[in-house]
C-alpha cells in the first residue's frame, strides 16, 4: 500500500514493521550465507513476504542490505554496551571492548561474515561500533590516557585490525579467537600510547563471563 | 579450444595470454566501477573477446574478480619494493612502505577501489602486500627492532589500518592523503614496539619522489 500512512501502533504499522523485520532478517541470512547476487524476488520469497511489499520499505536491494548490516551492527554495540558497563579507565574500555568484540567471531560466525560482506565501510560508518569506538579513543585521549594525534586515524587502525582479525579467524579455523584478541588489544593498546607493561597486564585480566550473558542475546542471524 | 595445449611462445599461446589479459582489465575496469554483479557475457563484452573464451580462462566470474585483483595487487607490491631498495632498518622499512601505499588512494582512486571491493580478504591473501607486510614484520621481530607476540597478528593490524584508511579517504575527498598516512604509519610503528619518539621522526623523514618515479608506473587501471 504505497503511500499509506500509518497512525503509529496501529494493526498495519505493526503489520508493516514485521514486513520490514521478516526482509531485514532474510538478507542477514542470505548475505552470511555470501548470496548478495541474490533477486528482490528471492529475498521476498526467503521473507514470505509478497513481491510488491518490498518496494513500500526499501528503494533497492543495497538499501535493504545496508540496513540489515546496520541493525546486526547496532545490536552488537548495544551488547557490547553492556559488557563494558562500569568501566572507568579509557585504555581499559577499550581493551574490553576489543577483547569482547574480537571473540565474537568465533562465538557467532554468522554475525561477523555479514559485517565482513560489508567491508571496510563498517570503519567509516556512523553507526554500529566506529562511533562507539571513536567515542571511547576521543575520550581516552581526553583523559590523557591516550597520546594519539588523530582519534580518527586510531578508530581507522583499531577498526580495520577487527576487521583483519575476523578474517584471519575465519579464513583459519585452527586459530584461538580469545588469544588472538587479546594479544591484537595489546598491540593496539600500544599504539594509542599506554606503556607496553600496562597494556600487557590490562589485556590479561578476566572478561565478562560471556557465557552467562549468552541467554540474554538475541540470536545474531536465524 | 577447450583441452588445446598451447606449445610454450607460440602463437596460439600468446593468443591466449592477450586474451587472458583483456578479461583481467576488463574485470579491473568493472570493479572499480562497482559494477560487480555484472554478467560473464557482459564482461566478454567489455574484454572485446568472444564468450565461449572466457571459460578458457576461468571457472567463473569470482575467479576472474580474484585473479583481477592479485595482479593489481602484485603490480602494486612490485612497485613497493623498487620505492623501498636500499633501506635497511626494518622500522624504516615498514614505515615508508606504508607512508607509499596510503598515499596511493589519492594517486590511484581506482586501484584502491578494487581492492577496497575485495575488503578484508586481501589482508590473509597470499599475494600482494599481504606476505610482503609479514616478511617486513617477521625480520624486524628477529632482529629485535619490534616486540609485537605474533607477526601475523601485526599484520593484520596494519593491513586493517591500510584497508580503513583507504576507505576513510575514498570516503571523505577533503582528507589530506599523505597527513593521514605518515599519522597512522607512526601509530602502527608505535604499535609494533618502537618508541615513539623515534616513530615520530621516522614518519617525517623525505619520501622517495613519486612524481618523479611515476612515468615509469604502468597505468594501475585502465
Same mark, same amino acid.
Given at each position: 500500500?504505497?503511500?499509506?500512512?500509518?497512525?503509529?501502533?496501529?494493526?498495519?504499522?505493526? #503489520?508493516?514493521?514485521?514486513? @520490514? *523485520? =521478516?526482509?531485514?532478517?532474510?538478507?542477514? &541470512?542470505? $548475505? %552470511?550465507?555470501?548470496?548478495?547476487?541474490?533477486?528482490?524476488?528471492?529475498?521476498?520469497?526467503?521473507?514470505?513476504?509478497?513481491?510488491?511489499?518490498?518496494?513500500?520499505?526499501?528503494?533497492?536491494?543495497?538499501?535493504?542490505?545496508?540496513?540489515?548490516?546496520?541493525?546486526?551492527?547496532?545490536?552488537?554495540?548495544?551488547?557490547?554496551?553492556?559488557?563494558?558497563?562500569?568501566?572507568?579507565?579509557?585504555?581499559?574500555?577499550?581493551?574490553?571492548?576489543?577483547?569482547?568484540?574480537?571473540?565474537?567471531?568465533?562465538?557467532?560466525?554468522?554475525?561477523? #561474515?555479514?559485517?565482513?560482506? @560489508? *567491508? =571496510?565501510?563498517?570503519?567509516?560508518?556512523? &553507526?554500529? $561500533? %566506529?562511533?562507539?569506538?571513536?567515542?571511547?579513543?576521543?575520550?581516552?585521549?581526553?583523559?590523557?590516557?591516550?597520546?594519539?594525534?588523530?582519534?580518527?586515524?586510531?578508530?581507522?587502525?583499531?577498526?580495520?585490525?577487527?576487521?583483519?582479525?575476523?578474517?584471519?579467524?575465519?579464513?583459519?579455523?585452527?586459530?584461538?579467537?580469545?588469544?588472538?584478541?587479546?594479544?591484537?588489544?595489546?598491540?593496539?593498546?600500544?599504539?594509542?600510547?599506554?606503556?607496553?607493561?600496562?597494556?600487557?597486564?590490562?589485556?590479561?585480566?578476566?572478561?565478562?563471563?560471556?557465557?552467562?550473558?549468552?541467554?540474554?542475546?538475541?540470536?545474531?542471524?536465524?
Amino acid at each position: 500500500m504505497p503511500g499509506t500512512v500509518a497512525k503509529p501502533g496501529s494493526r498495519l504499522e505493526r #503489520r508493516r514493521a514485521q514486513t @520490514r *523485520g =521478516a526482509l531485514i532478517e532474510a538478507a542477514q &541470512r542470505l $548475505l %552470511a550465507a555470501g548470496r548478495s547476487t541474490v533477486s528482490v524476488l528471492e529475498i521476498t520469497q526467503h521473507a514470505d513476504v509478497g513481491m510488491g511489499s518490498f518496494y513500500n520499505h526499501f528503494e533497492s536491494k543495497e538499501e535493504l542490505f545496508a540496513a540489515a548490516v546496520d541493525a546486526a551492527m547496532e545490536r552488537h554495540g548495544d551488547l557490547l554496551d553492556a559488557l563494558t558497563t562500569g568501566v572507568e579507565d579509557p585504555a581499559e574500555m577499550f581493551a574490553r571492548s576489543f577483547r569482547l568484540t574480537g571473540r565474537m567471531q568465533r562465538r557467532y560466525p554468522e554475525l561477523t #561474515r555479514v559485517l565482513l560482506s @560489508r *567491508g =571496510a565501510a563498517m570503519i567509516v560508518s556512523d &553507526r554500529g $561500533l %566506529a562511533p562507539r569506538a571513536l567515542r571511547d579513543i576521543t575520550a581516552g585521549k581526553a583523559a590523557g590516557r591516550f597520546t594519539v594525534r588523530d582519534p580518527q586515524l586510531a578508530l581507522v587502525a583499531a577498526g580495520g585490525a577487527l576487521l583483519g582479525l575476523s578474517q584471519l579467524l575465519e579464513s583459519d579455523p585452527g586459530r584461538d579467537g580469545g588469544r588472538d584478541a587479546d594479544i591484537l588489544a595489546e598491540d593496539l593498546l600500544r599504539m594509542l600510547g599506554v606503556p607496553a607493561d600496562e597494556a600487557r597486564e590490562s589485556c590479561a585480566r578476566p572478561l565478562p563471563d560471556l557465557a552467562g550473558l549468552g541467554e540474554d542475546i538475541p540470536p545474531a542471524i536465524a
